[in-house]
């Protein structure tokens, strides 16, 4: 018994010993947001590959609406968002003034958003009997139907804004569709049965590129007045267009700290837009998983991200999707 003690308070404990500092070293894996529009989707996996395959630092991803992932990075309960459209919400401009969050980058240059509505709307198209811009909405057939986003964007605070600014609200039913996919079912519907059809979109999208679409028109942007549409509680807002867009990787302060390399990597992303639209094209086509569509779009286009990260961590990723 005694021999047993011995054996079970030696060997067994510096084996606890050895294997406890290895076990203190382990870091939590870094969480993303996990954005469900499709440019956020895909730009979301193909950061998360090169940062576990070429960087040997592990992820994940924890679900929210937009504003809920801002208030989340603030607090560094999430990392990285990876498309974030800086300086548009509250929130994010209350943790980046307060040095919680950083945007990095310029991930997506001539982005853009604002209202849409088909070609053949502004232009009439008697084949399909429209004649002028009448959007009625299928549940009040005495108002026009707006497809604004999802509830929780910060976009879906813009445009119910900017339905008052130009004096709508009354006029059009504000409607909120589930997700990016239902809004772009919603207005891909419409289109294919010629009905006019009054949206709020974004870009880059395969959407924008599939259809001929008129970006509808509004006041030079004013600064002033974009602060009254991106305040829900504002009783008074002022019309105007939409902040110029700025996609950046939003990281927590920690984060930026803690992984150097990771921000010199992410400072250098930057999809072409064209590219970006076509590879969403066909991932919507094809419904392929975003993850799988990331892994194509590394194996295909080594010349655009080799130049975001390091020699080193390139043959890893390249390794990486080679034996997969």
Known sequence: MNNLKKWLGGPLLACALITQPVLAEQKAPVHFGDITWESGSLITEVL????????????????GSTVSLEAALAKNDIQVIGEEWA???PVWIKAEAEGKVLGLGDIVKNASEGWWVPEYVIKGDPEKGINKDVFRDQEDPSRGRFLNSPTGWTSEIVNSQKLKAYGLDKDFVNFRTGSGAALDAEVSSSIKRGKPVLFYYWSPTPLIGRYKLIKLEEPAFDAEAWKTLADANNPNPKGTRSLPAKLAIGVSTPFSKQYPQLVEFYQKVDFPIDL???????????????SKAAQAFLREQPQIWHAWVTPEAAAKVDAALKAN
């Open 48 to 63: 998360r590959l090169i940062t576990e395959k070429g960087y040997d630092v592990a992820t994940d991803t924890l679900p």
């Open 276 to 290: 970006l639209n076509t590879t969403l094209a066909q991932m919507s086509e094809k419904r392929t998983e975003p």
């Open 87 to 89: 300086g548009r919400s």
